[in-house]
């Protein structure tokens, strides 16, 4: 199952199997459930089994911290109207986090994730991070959106970056697919943050097609295949794997960024998750990495890398 839940239907795509639509909307109420499930299956027997335990937990609590939280509001339609005149995605990224609704969230994250199990390491950093007055956590959260973590500092983001994705989640899902325009190279349409990851779908009417999904909000747009998600080059694209790998997870590589973003199959297996498969696979990012290709998706979860 993707995190994208069942599609429901898309107007730009009815009648015109052809055409995929250019965006389509995370679903918050299924999204964190879901990529919780597919952290603890990929957790079974993995190295990184104890880490991705942990962050199958702390979907749930990404999860349960939306129970009764009041509907988002969509953008004032001049909102709207202004961003896709000037090719600007409708989600301000510094205002959202200023926002007393994301303070609720961030609040509510803290305290349920105090229930959960986990590393001394992440549990002193859980710590500070509910130390922290409004102030603090509104910089945390700045430096999420930013994608400036400070290094010293890299666990107590992984709180901030959790509490970001749920709020994103939800201004997006508040917003019209069909009224999202292009804003730049490996930028969300809905928030202008930089892709985690992209997977080549089976969704019907977009079957076989590609598209890049937001670190940040969890949006997916539709991007051509054999070409860089960050710089938009189509000359010089390449994919790896690890050796002897099952073809479901590549790293696509821009030989103009010396960088590289995964591609995930779903269309192969659809329990691919854009985020869960990202962290899961992280031996090939060493590989790269090893071979001089740095990383170039962005992952709340792997930050620092
Ligand atoms: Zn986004
Ligand atoms: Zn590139």
Known sequence: MSDFGV???DPTAIGDTSTPPFARLPDPETLFARRADRFRTLAKGADLGP???????????????QDGLPDVPPPPPEVIARAKAHAMPPIDRTAAVADESFMAIFD?????????DMPDAARAALARVADADATA??????AVVA??????????HVFAAAAVQVHFARLAAALDATRLVPVGEGACPACGGPPVSSMVVGWPGAHGNRFCVCSTCRTAWNHVRVKC?????????????IEGGDGVVKAEVCEACAAQVKILYQVKDPDLDPVADDVATLALDIKMRDEGIRRGGVDPFLIGW
């Open 51 to 65: 880490y991705l335990d942990f962050l199958g937990r702390l979907c749930d609590v990404q999860d349960a911290v």
């Open 7 to 9: 599609p429901s239907p």
């Open 229 to 241: 998600c960050l710089c938009g080059e189509t000359k010089g694209i390449s994919y790896r794997e």
């Open 108 to 116: 509510r994250l803290v305290a349920r994730a105090r229930e959960v």
């Open 147 to 156: 994608n400036r973590i400070p290094v010293e500092a890299l666990a107590e």
């Open 137 to 142: 956590r509104v910089a945390m959260a700045e």
